[in-house]
């Protein structure tokens, strides 16, 4: 599979969140597509708008494709006044719906981008023309509840505490972490074919790790009222689009079984679900699949 070049210095900071500089892609098809709406790509926690390298040249054939680095990852800023969670990406994307599309807009979003994208779409109503989850980082109010037995949240507030009080202990994992040998180690573990896990997406892992202020942006995983959002299941109750699951099926970050249980239970009736071989991150591993089954979909709303 040839590599589409999306790495480079060239950056685009056309737009502002809270006045800081974003990058941000815009790739629109030559001719202009009929149904009027727009494509929005939202990557996970450590990757950023090179992780959509084969998506973006072929969903923009057909359909105006947007695709930004959320604050703290890629190209974008890393500021140390910023209060990384949930919360903090679901306005910066829904924002940029509102801001620079400006119509309704089919957004993407994988493992944290995912929560992100379906949290932006609930709050955007009429701006959402669609919510695409792949791998969707997030929680049910049922797990929560069962998650919090006396021994579980006794460890998990001592591990939480324990690591958030120790700053050298953070930034050891955060310098082991961003080693090229141990992202290359951590993307063998979550792609179940390795084909894909090249220079090219390592270089797009590490580069943004060096920038200062990345390490805050690490620490935020460490602060229990840091990422987490509104249950899955609340969101569904507020969303008015249409929504497609892809899933990786063999991702080990996720217990996708008992988590597509919760899906079937709660999901809104428009919900179409796809279980593809992949592991966490399907977009990159079987892009063919995941980009054919996106204008599949769209095509048929």
């Not at 190209?75 to 599309?101: C, F, G, M, N, R």
């Not at 930034?171 to 063998?188: G, H, P, Q």
């Not at 894909?196 to 690490?218: E, M, T």
């Amino acid at each position: 599979m040839e590599k589409p070049v999306l790495i480079s210095d060239e950056v685009n900071y056309a737009w502002n969140f809270l006045n800081y500089p974003i990058h941000t892609i815009t790739v629109k098809p030559k001719e202009e597509n009929p149904k009027s709406c727009a494509i929005l790509l939202i990557h996970g926690f450590g990757a950023s708008t090179d992780h959509w390298r084969f998506n973006i040249p072929v969903l923009s054939d057909k359909y105006e494709v947007h695709a930004i680095d959320l604050l703290g990852f890629g190209k974008s800023p890393k500021p140390t006044d910023v209060q990384y969670s949930s919360h903090l990406w679901k306005d910066q994307v829904a924002t940029y719906v509102k801001e620079v599309i400006k119509k309704p807009t089919f957004i993407v979003g994988n493992s944290l981008g995912g929560y992100a994208s379906l949290a932006a779409s609930a709050e955007l109503k009429e701006l959402s023309a669609g919510v695409v989850l792949l791998n969707a980082a997030g929680m049910f109010s049922e797990e929560k509840v069962s998650n919090n037995s006396l021994l579980q949240k006794s460890l998990k507030t001592f591990f939480e505490t324990f690591l958030r009080g120790n700053i050298f202990l953070q930034r050891t994992i955060f310098e082991s972490m961003r080693r090229r040998v141990n992202i290359k180690k951590a993307l063998n573990n979550v792609y179940k074919n390795q084909t894909n896990v090249d220079d090219y997406l390592i270089d797009s892992i590490r580069k943004p790790s060096l920038d200062p202020g990345a390490f805050n942006v690490f620490k935020s995983v460490f602060n229990p009222a840091g990422v987490q959002g509104e249950p899955f299941d609340k969101l569904f109750k507020k969303l008015k689009s249409p929504l497609l699951l892809l899933w990786g099926g063999k991702d080990p970050w996720m217990n996708t079984g008992s988590k597509r249980l919760l899906y079937k239970k709660y999901a809104p009736e428009n919900t179409k679900e796809v279980i593809l071989d992949a592991g966490h991150c399907p977009h990159d591993e079987v892009p063919e699949l995941v980009n054919q089954h996106i204008l599949d979909w769209i095509d048929s709303l």
